[in-house]
């Protein structure tokens, strides 16, 4: 069982940078799928950024893409996002998601029925 722990959510300005990680448990993540989803108050789950190719290319949401950045450090069994030029937009709880396919069908990787895994979500607020 996969078991996955995000951290490095909180406050940011308007503007600022954030960094989150998800360490996983239970296995490596080197070759699974990965992904970053994100639910604002009243809003649909949505995914935001993921790697679900065998080589390793990130896909993007298109309003994060030039700002979001998902990579992994396989040896650490960690995944980030980092966030930069937050807007209150980006205000959520942010969810570190792990699944055992792997595509060639980039966006296939945003949508929730294509993992397996969920952390529990670390919340991001964005203030001005």
């Known amino acids: 069982q996969v078991q996955l722990v995000e951290s490095g959510g909180g406050l940011a300005q308007v503007g600022g940078s954030l960094t989150l990680s998800c360490t996983a448990s239970g296995a490596t993540l080197e070759k699974y799928s990965v992904a970053w989803f994100r639910q604002a108050p009243g809003k649909e789950r949505e995914g935001v950024a993921c790697i679900v190719t065998r080589d390793g290319r990130p896909y993007y949401l298109d309003s994060v893409k030039a700002r979001f950045s998902i990579f992994r450090d396989s040896a650490k069994s960690t995944v980030y996002l980092r966030m930069d030029n937050l807007t209150p937009d980006d205000a959520a709880v942010y969810y570190c998601?792990?699944?055992?396919?792997?595509?060639?069908?980039?966006?296939?990787?945003?949508?929730?029925?294509?993992?397996?895994?969920w952390g529990q979500g670390t919340q991001v607020t964005v203030s001005s």
């Open positions: 998601v792990a699944g055992v396919t792997l595509t060639t069908n980039q966006p296939v990787g945003l949508m929730k029925g294509f993992y397996d895994y």
